[in-house]
């Protein structure tokens, strides 16, 4: 059925948490409790604006930043929290378990391990805990099923490394790393650093089975092109690593661009500023509308999917005024493949559920469009598996979706 849902229905938000759902771009560090944030902040004597969740969602996770640069500070206090093994596994643990209660049943969770090798762990120790957590989770919640007998699909995960455009002293490890380059500017040392976490990675996953299954880029995009970390890039290509690539999200068509050519991005984070002409910088692009629609066209031709986050975008980009301003609805229009995400779920106060309910809410999203956002998820993902298994593991999760959603108006 091809008609708007309608948010009014006493059934469709217990639906929307029902229905068997996906995440594939959302931060270990922009996801933690913040519960577990003043707890392990008190017990490492670390200095917080608050130590209430009330006092932290007030002068640290915001409604409303002033732009990404601001919205990324709040990474200071989540990372510092993150420098221990058993704080990395509690953290990861929990994460998959409150996606388990809404529904989710396929997550993607992606970090950056650089910003957490310290004296007492390397990169190896990192991923390990990271895994051991997310594992754990799984264990529990695919053994309750088997033994409650139910029907739902099982909960399966991936781990997505991310490089960083630009370098600081946000770490020991790159504290050390920048301090060994003495005559060599930012760019080359950002660019080595992407490079030793792509080796890193690749050496991990074959050596522990660890379902490291994809690789990206973060942090600030306004100065910093994706470019800049080709040989990371093509490493991990040529290790047979999916990619995926923040862009379009302070920046415009041009870094989307990049990150699919450059990059060889199998899905982009983000993409807001996709249609975005007055974005578009390099002077050689006379026919910006023509070269917008030839690089839309191309994306959804290819079905590279954009990993769409409302609410971020809304916080960080204070432009927007109305998220039904939001490109969300241009992408829907132009038959791109779009899956829905949270980003940074503390950060951001949302779950996948709620960004869900948003569109419903803003954007002419009809049930048919819903499942295919849905679907999309589950088929471009990074799953660890082989393609066989990844085939009937989504056919189960859509055959549940099905099953959940039959007889309900709209759907």
Not at 149 to 170: D, Q, S, T
């Amino acid at each position: 059925m091809n008609a708007k849902l309608n948010l009014d229905k006493k059934d469709l938000k217990s639906t929307v948490l029902k229905i068997p759902k996906n995440d594939l771009h959302v931060h270990l560090d922009g996801s933690i409790r913040p519960e577990t944030i003043i707890e392990i902040s008190k017990k490492e004597k670390l200095k917080l604006p608050s130590y209430t969740v009330e006092g932290l969602n007030q002068t640290l996770f915001k409604d409303q930043y002033r732009n990404l640069e601001e919205y990324l500070s709040t990474f200071g206090y989540s990372c510092a929290v993150m420098q221990k093994p058993e704080y990395l596994e509690r953290i990861a643990y929990e994460l998959a378990v409150d996606n388990q209660q809404e529904g989710v049943r396929y997550l993607e969770v992606r970090f950056a391990p650089q910003l957490h090798i310290n004296d007492g762990m390397d990169m190896e120790d990192v991923f390990i805990a990271v895994n051991q957590g997310l594992l754990k989770a799984q264990t529990e919640f695919n053994n309750r099923s088997v033994i409650k007998c139910k029907a739902e699909p099982p909960f399966f995960y991936g781990i997505i490394v991310c490089a960083m455009r630009n370098l600081g002293h946000w770490s020991s490890y790159y504290e050390n790393f920048i301090k060994s380059f003495t005559y060599s500017d930012d760019e080359v040392v950002s660019r080595l650093a992407s490079l030793e976490l792509a080796k890193g990675a690749l050496n991990v996953r074959d050596k522990t089975g660890i379902p490291i299954a994809g690789f990206d880029l973060a942090g600030a995009e306004m100065g910093y092109p994706a470019a800049n970390h080709w040989e990371a890039f093509q490493h991990v290509h040529e290790g047979f690593l999916p990619k995926t690539v923040h862009a379009g999200e302070a920046y415009g068509p041009e870094s989307i661009f990049q990150a699919i050519t450059e990059l060889h991005a199998d899905r982009i984070g983000h993409g807001y500023y996709l249609f975005d002409a007055s974005k578009i910088r390099d002077k050689a692009i006379i026919d910006k509308k023509k070269y917008i629609e030839n690089l839309a066209q191309f994306i959804a031709d290819r079905r590279i999917p954009i990993e769409v986050c409302l609410t971020s975008n809304l916080q960080t980009n204070p432009s927007i005024g109305d998220i039904k301003n939001h490109s969300f609805a241009k992408m829907i229009k132009k038959n791109i493949c779009t899956v829905f995400c949270t980003d940074n779920r503390t950060v951001s106060k949302t779950n996948v559920t709620k960004e869900i309910l948003l569109a419903i809410k803003n954007f002419p999203l009809s049930g048919k469009t819903l499942r295919n956002c849905i679907t999309y998820g589950f088929k471009r993902s990074f799953f660890p598996g082989d393609y066989s298994e990844k085939r009937k593991y989504v056919r189960t999760c859509l055959d549940y979706y099905d099953k959940v959603t039959k007889g309900i108006d709209g759907f």
